[in-house]
């Protein structure tokens, strides 16, 4: 059976990214540069949210189903790496998952969201993912099988979108997790939502929002 990878990711604004584009002085404040940046997206969009290359992640966490040599299924869950590794360490991470199983992506708005961050993310910081990206022209025994069904097309599958397939690519019917969780009698969100991310990482809660990231991908 091929492995399912379920993924979700935080983040916190680039506050080292908005200080080398729009300058500011070093007296301010991460605090500050990160308010600065959502006082002009609400001036200009109604709200805060940071576009996404300038959305810094700062937990992966992820479900792994795969089967053991003799076929029995396992399950991982968990957050990648250690609360000490940096931005670039989670991603990497990330793409070795990918690189070492081949595995069925699964997300709530990864499409949206997840993935193009860790495209933008991986970008900054020079992060090489053949496996990731392959579309056919590799030299994998089945590199070819990409060109068909790969992570990065719109219609492809091996990254499945829960919540556009649910919608039917729909942006209208878009349902959100923390609800439909719920009403399927899971969880749901415990503790924090991503509004509180922010904060709680200036608080030094790094703990916190993983275990809040891993409850997000076991609701998916």
Not at 24 to 51: I, Q, Y
Not at 151 to 160: F, G, K, P
Not at 184 to 196: H, I, L, N, T, V
Request: hydrophobic share 40%; aromatic share 10%; glycine share 8%.
């Amino acid at each position: 059976m091929t492995p399912v990878l379920v993924f979700d990711i935080e983040t916190i604004p680039d506050v080292d990214g908005l200080r080398r584009l729009h300058d500011h002085p070093d007296s301010m404040t991460d605090a500050e540069v990160a308010e600065h940046a959502f006082a002009a997206r609400r001036e200009k969009n109604g709200t805060d949210f940071l576009p996404h290359y300038l959305q810094r992640i700062a937990a992966i966490s992820c479900v792994l189903r795969r089967n053991q040599r003799d076929g029995t299924p396992v399950f991982h869950v968990g957050s990648l790496g250690t609360l000490e590794d940096g931005e670039a360490v989670l991603i990497q991470k990330f793409y070795d998952l990918v690189a070492r199983y081949s595995p069925q992506m699964v997300s709530w708005n990864g499409g949206g969201f997840d993935l193009p961050v860790l495209h933008y993310r991986g970008l900054v910081h020079g992060i090489v993912a053949p496996r990731y990206w392959e579309m056919g022209e590799g030299s994998e025994s089945d590199s070819r099988e990409f060109k068909w069904n790969n992570y990065i097309s719109r219609y492809h599958m091996r990254h499945l979108d829960l919540m556009d397939l649910l919608a039917l690519y729909q942006p209208r019917a878009s349902a959100p997790l923390d609800d439909l969780a719920k009403l399927c009698g899971f969880p749901g969100k415990m503790g924090m939502d991503g509004s509180k991310v922010w904060q709680a990482y200036q608080d030094g809660q790094l703990a916190a929002i993983r275990d809040y990231c891993e409850t997000d991908v076991v609701n998916t």
